[in-house]
């Protein structure tokens, strides 16, 4: 997933009142972290691939998974949001909700007032 593209879901999620964070996963690699309960995180898009698909960790060990969603590699980003709130886990195999859970109250976006300083103005916080 592209470092813009990353960032602009992890907002629309946190606006939905979903956890979520850009994942820095190396070199050129973003994708989105979400925070779930028990300490366990599903990471989104990570994988250098188009397609959407999750790593559930726990404590750093792969404790789940969301398996490849069909056709994602062309969702647009409203699809790509929608997908991640729906993503159900509590089983070790992942799925989709048929509907996606009302939204909750937004959470502050990550980064705050120095948000583009930090980042190195590398976007347009205002696309």
């Not at 409203?78 to 048929?98: F, L, N, S």
């Amino acid at each position: 997933m592209d470092e813009n593209r990353a960032r602009r879901v992890a907002d629309a999620l946190r606006d939905r009142g979903i956890d979520a964070y850009l994942e820095k996963g190396g070199v050129g690699i973003y994708g989105v972290r979400i925070v779930l309960d028990g300490g366990r995180e599903a990471i989104w898009g990570n994988e250098g691939t188009a397609s959407l698909e999750a790593e559930v960790m726990l404590d750093g060990d792969l404790v789940g998974f969301v398996p490849e969603i069909p056709g994602s590699g062309d969702f647009s980003e409203e699809q790509v949001v929608d997908a991640i709130a729906r993503a159900d886990y509590t089983e070790p195999e992942g799925h989709e909700r048929p509907i996606a859970p009302p939204p909750g109250p937004p959470l502050r976006r990550e980064g705050g007032l120095f948000r583009r300083f930090r980042d190195g103005f590398r976007y347009d916080s205002e696309a």
